[in-house]
Antibody, heavy 126, light 107 residues
Framework: EVQLVDSGGDLVQPGGSLRLSCAASGFTFSNHWMHWVRQVPGKGLVWVARTNGDGTNTTYGGSVKGRFTISRDNAKSTVYLQMNSLRVDDTAVYYC???????????????????WGQGTMVTVSS | DIQLTQSPSFLSASVGDRVTITCRASQGIATYLAWYQQKPGKAPKLLIYTASTLQSGVPPRFSGSGSGTEFTLTISSLQPEDFATYYCQHLNFYPLTFGGGTKVEIK
């Protein structure tokens, strides 16, 4: 069964750090770009970060750039989100996500997020 | 950044109704648009990608259309399990963004 299991969410003080993990199973992990998406309970979805298949290329949303780092360990089929300098407005459920797409002609394009983790809650509060 | 505006933000409908949700992009995104369904307490589920391609396992009462800046998600005959919140998302370039959501409730 194709599955993503998110973990690592916790209560942390403003300015603190936290590392989220996402363990993948049931598919060839290195073949897929991976993302993190967050959602404040009761609000909409916000894309956070993405890494390519071998972890050599990463991209971030503007609100987390310079504070969060996405990485992956293909030997462990795990993707991580290191979150530093956390702020109250980082409070949200964080989802690990697999994307589908294709690469051709020297370019890659993603079509959608077809597998989602169950989400892990991060609360930033004093 | 590309802004995606969904309308309506809230929709009240009955079982069997035909429902249409619109997503407008602030600039052209070709057909790099996906639709998701989210139920309370659950992760979103991919319904449609590349604007009109039905994800495997999704019932054919769901359909998508559009290109450029205007897109629609249609549910041809609303079923009880379809009451949920629906989001569009563009994947044309980074940063990826989502629409604000459309909540479909029982009339």
């Amino acid at each position: 069964e194709v599955q993503l299991v998110d973990s690592g969410g916790d209560l942390v003080q403003p300015g603190g750090s936290l590392r989220l993990s996402c363990a993948a199973s049931g598919f060839t992990f290195s073949n897929h770009w991976m993302h993190w998406v967050r959602q404040v309970p009761g609000k909409g979805l916000v894309w956070v970060a993405r890494t390519n298949g071998d972890g050599t290329n990463t991209t971030y949303g503007g609100s987390v750039k310079g504070r969060f780092t996405i990485s992956r360990d293909n030997a462990k089929s795990t993707v991580y989100l290191q979150m530093n300098s956390l702020r109250v407005d980082d409070t949200a459920v964080y989802y690990c996500v697999r994307s589908i797409g294709f690469c051709g002609g020297g370019r890659c394009h993603e079509f959608g997020f077809d597998v989602w983790g169950q989400g892990t809650m991060v609360t930033v509060s004093s | 950044d590309i802004q995606l505006t969904q309308s309506p933000s809230f929709l009240s409908a009955s079982v069997g109704d035909r429902v249409t949700i619109t997503c407008r992009a602030s600039q052209g995104i070709a057909t790099y648009l996906a639709w998701y369904q989210q139920k309370p307490g659950k992760a979103p589920k991919l319904l449609i990608y590349t604007a009109s391609t039905l994800q495997s396992g999704v019932p054919p009462r769901f359909s998508g259309s559009g290109s450029g800046t205007e897109f629609t998600l249609t549910i041809s005959s609303l079923q009880p399990e379809d009451f949920a919140t629906y989001y569009c998302q563009h994947l044309n370039f980074y940063p990826l963004t989502f629409g604000g959501g459309t909540k479909v409730e029982i009339k």
